[in-house]
């Protein structure tokens, strides 16, 4: 079945450094991508997303890389605050969305 | 625009018993996502709805677990004879029209936070 494996599961970096997550899917039909922060307690909420026809796409300090080839795709977190401290998931979507299934998320510590 | 809304926000209910949780999605969204997050862990897939139809039913639990979208009034995902093993974190999400390119986004709704004694 269709399956997003998402990596490392722990995080933890200095402030003003960098932060890269990786996620790798299964089904090649996967069509968008998208990344959601969650803060202790709170929703999923969407920080960035990537479809399939572009290979990347940046927001202020985030941006997203996609590989179809190899079936992955990464999130890059530059300049890295106290206030990015979150579990962020990835996912993909199958058919426009139809399915989404999501990786088992990464925590991440962002210290002072 | 109201967000994604759930109610309630916390149930706590003992082993046997019903728990109804409700969501209202964001205003011109027609389909609905429910997941389930155990603490510590991600969100799994439990059922995908559209308006009086149930397109996905694949991640939810065969037994006990049912979910509904009605016409009119919230999507209400409905779990019988509670046991401890259900205690988790509901979320529902909506997006306007999947199949539709940018129309694909899910939006997320605060949670239920389930507790059974």
């Known amino acids: 079945g269709e399956n997003v494996e998402q990596h490392p599961s722990t995080l933890s970096v200095q402030e003003g450094d960098s932060a890269v997550i990786k996620c790798t899917y299964s089904?090649?039909?996967?069509?968008?991508f998208p990344w959601y922060k969650q803060e202790l307690g709170k929703r999923p909420q969407l920080i960035i997303d990537?479809?399939?026809?572009?290979g990347e796409k940046k927001d202020q300090r985030i941006a997203v890389t996609l590989n179809k080839t190899a079936k992955h795709f990464s999130l890059h977190i530059t300049e890295t605050q106290p206030e990015d401290s979150a579990v962020y998931f990835c996912?993909?979507?199958?058919?426009?969305?139809?399915?989404?299934?999501f990786g088992a998320g990464t925590r991440l510590f962002v210290k002072a | 625009n109201a967000g994604v809304m759930q109610n309630p926000r916390h149930l706590v209910r003992r082993r046997g018993q019903e728990a109804r949780l409700r969501c209202s999605p964001m205003?011109?969204?027609?389909?609905v996502y429910w997941y389930r997050q155990l603490p510590e862990e991600g969100l799994k897939f439990m059922v995908y709805?559209?308006?009086?139809?149930?397109?996905?039913e694949s991640g939810m639990p065969k037994e006990r677990f049912s979910a509904e979208f009605p016409k009119e009034g919230p999507s209400i995902l409905r779990i019988q004879q509670v046991v401890r093993g259900d205690s988790a974190a509901y979320f529902c999400?909506?997006?306007?029209?999947?199949?539709?390119?940018?129309?694909?986004?899910?939006?997320f709704g605060p949670g239920t936070r389930l507790l059974v004694l």
């Open positions: 089904d090649s039909a996967s069509n968008y």
């Open positions: 999400a909506s997006s306007p029209a999947p199949g539709q390119g940018g129309q694909e986004t899910q939006y």
């Open positions: 996912a993909a979507s199958i058919r426009g969305g139809f399915k989404t299934i």
């Open positions: 990537i479809r399939s026809n572009v």
């Open positions: 205003k011109g969204h027609s389909h």
């Open positions: 709805l559209q308006k009086e139809n149930i397109i996905d």
